[in-house]
């Protein structure tokens, strides 16, 4: 009976998705469309009820084989936050982010062989969903690489992370104070059919 169900709902779901207009009134296209990099940030804290829908959406993400090899820091003190800026400008942690989250890969849950750097990309996915979570709660972040720069070594360190979890990205978030001009990036120059 629950194969059933599943089943119709599995359908249900499918047909309403191939009705959706891959447009601007889809509320999933629009916030991937409308998504932009804040850098600059009011300094108004955010909850703990948010972060935990941002790390939820990051964890949501797909991974090879659903290894999930991923692990989170979440940075709230303002002297670890402003500790970080300091060293590491590009993160724009020291304009007033509130919170910023490091989106780490866990090596020992990485895949073995040929896949091993498949967490990479893991990672990566994780940290757009957190992104996009973030554009569509009203909020402000900015990806900012760490791995594989001598950066990521620098953090690891800063916050006492283990051997095996390397750090790929930070994103500072917080309510804009900024609201950058949404870029048309979309080029059909880059596409392919088929071959090259």
């Given at each position: 009976m629950k194969k059933i169900l599943f089943a119709a709902l599995g359908a249900l779901l499918l047909a309403g998705c191939a009705k959706q207009p891959a447009t601007m009134e889809n509320q999933v296209i629009n916030n991937i469309m409308t998504r932009v990099s804040v850098r600059q940030f009011t300094g108004e804290p955010i909850t703990q009820a948010q972060v935990d829908t941002l790390l939820r959406a990051a964890m949501a993400a797909p991974s090879a084989v659903n290894k999930q090899p991923w692990a989170f820091v979440v940075i709230s003190?303002?002297?670890?936050?402003?500790?970080?800026?300091?060293?590491?400008?590009?993160?724009?942690?020291?304009?007033?982010?509130?919170?910023?989250?490091?989106?780490?890969?866990?090596?020992?849950?990485?895949?073995?062989?040929?896949?091993?750097?498949?967490?990479?990309?893991?990672?990566?996915?994780?940290?757009?969903?957190?992104?996009?979570?973030?554009?569509?709660?009203g909020l402000g972040a900015v990806w900012t690489g760490m791995y594989p720069t001598p950066r990521a070594a620098l953090v690891q360190q800063m916050l006492d992370l283990p051997e095996n979890i390397v750090p790929l990205a930070i994103v500072p978030v917080g309510y804009p104070a900024e609201q950058p001009e949404v870029k048309e990036k979309y080029n059909p120059e880059l596409i392919h059919y088929n071959k090259w």
């Open positions: 003190d303002k002297a670890i936050i402003d500790r970080i800026g300091a060293e590491l400008p590009n993160t724009r942690c020291q304009n007033n982010a509130p919170c910023a989250i490091v989106l780490c890969g866990d090596t020992d849950k990485a895949l073995d062989g040929d896949g091993h750097e498949f967490w990479v990309q893991d990672v990566a996915a994780a940290t757009e969903n957190l992104l996009l979570a973030a554009h569509s709660m």
